[in-house]
């Protein structure tokens, strides 16, 4: 009993997607996120459109490539990332 101590529970705002309905929360995830629309390949700046901003991601994590030295695991990992990312 003495560790329950050290586990705090997390502020209403982090726990606040979990109350939404699947439709809900798949529609909030797919929104575009306002900081990311002003961030091109110019910088900071000027605001994409959203299919923009989406293709300037895409092509930003597509050039990424790992050395051949990568073990197969890491390599694994990165990939599954590079799709989370998009």
Do not use: C, W
């Not at 101590?5 to 997390?10: D, E, G, I, L, P």
């Not at 961030?39 to 605001?47: N, T």
């Amino acid at each position: 009993m003495a560790n329950a101590s050290r586990f705090v529970r997390a502020p209403r705002s982090y726990t606040r997607s979990v109350d939404l309905d699947g439709a809900t929360l798949l529609s909030a995830l797919q929104e575009p996120d306002e900081l990311t629309l002003r961030f091109s390949p110019y910088g900071l700046g000027g605001r994409l459109t959203p299919s923009d901003a989406a293709r300037f991601q895409a092509a930003s994590i597509a050039r990424a490539v790992l050395v051949h030295e990568v073990p197969e695991d890491a390599r694994n990992n990165f990939e599954r990332a590079r799709k989370l990312h998009l």
